[in-house]
């Protein structure tokens, strides 16, 4: 039996609780049909404690904690938001600190703010060692900057929309490249051109559950077991079987996240 690691879930999103309710029922339903390991994303204090309680009820749920660039806006002290984040960081079964990052999708972005959040916590992730989960929705630029900048830390690049040319360089510079439904899409050039830049030991896949979902469920609601769906694109591209992608995108993803 295929057996996929979604390596970017948000199981604990108020759209999956308005549908499903009961969020353990709903991991358990994930869980049984496929999915042999989920990383939990934090994009908050809040949901970031959600996702460390979460992770300590199911052995195969792992967490991550962060403050994600639209969610700046509930802190104004960094200092302060990163003293709370930190004790957070050393929980067992967190294994990144994400997702951060960057977001200029929208006209009225603070750009300033969320560049002093992303490299702030950048500089925590540097401090503990720890891999970091990176959000970068039209902003590649200033991303690569940071990323340049901080050559010590390293992790994945989530629901990846950059250019060939990107992911070469963030493999070279000992990155992770994720993979979400957006590769399916019918106009997906742009991430198919990078999957097939990015060498296959490189390459992971997620959900972005509930967003994001691969066709045929675009416009629907996303859900970790669709990630066969997604894995099976990837294993389109690199021409692999999809038996193949899962398992090596599953070992990947230990890799990545240091799950032994």
Not at 138 to 145: E, L
Not at 220 to 248: D, F, Q, R
Request: charged share 30%.
């Amino acid at each position: 039996m295929i057996k996929l690691f979604d390596t970017h879930a948000h199981c604990d999103d108020e759209r999956i609780r308005r549908e499903f309710g009961d969020t353990d029922k709903y991991i358990e339903h994930q869980l049984e049909n496929g999915v042999g390991a989920i990383v939990n994303i934090g994009t908050n204090l809040d949901n970031s404690r959600v996702s460390i309680e979460l992770a300590g009820r199911f052995d195969s749920l792992y967490a991550s904690c962060g403050i994600h660039p639209y969610d700046i806006r509930f802190y104004d002290d960094i200092e302060k938001t990163l003293d709370e984040l930190r004790p957070m960081l050393a929980q067992k079964k967190v294994v990144a600190l994400g997702e951060i990052g960057l977001d200029y999708h929208y006209e009225d972005t603070d750009k300033d703010k969320q560049m002093a959040f992303f490299r702030a916590q950048m500089a925590l992730a540097r401090e503990l060692s720890i891999p970091v989960i990176i959000h970068d929705r039209d902003a590649h630029g200033d991303c690569m900057s940071v990323i340049r900048d901080f050559d010590d830390v390293t992790g994945i690049f989530h629901s990846f929309s950059g250019s060939a040319e990107m992911a070469r360089e963030l493999v070279l510079r000992g990155w992770y490249i994720s993979f979400s439904g957006t590769v399916t899409y019918k106009n997906a050039r742009v991430p198919v051109e990078a999957c097939e830049a990015t060498p296959i030991e490189r390459i992971l896949i997620e959900t972005d559950s509930p967003y994001l979902p691969p066709v045929p469920h675009r416009g629907e609601m996303n859900h970790p077991h669709y990630s066969l769906l997604t894995c099976a694109k990837v294993a389109e591209i690199k021409g692999a079987s999809v038996e193949e992608m899962a398992k090596i995108t599953y070992e990947n993803a230990k890799r990545a996240y240091r799950i032994k």
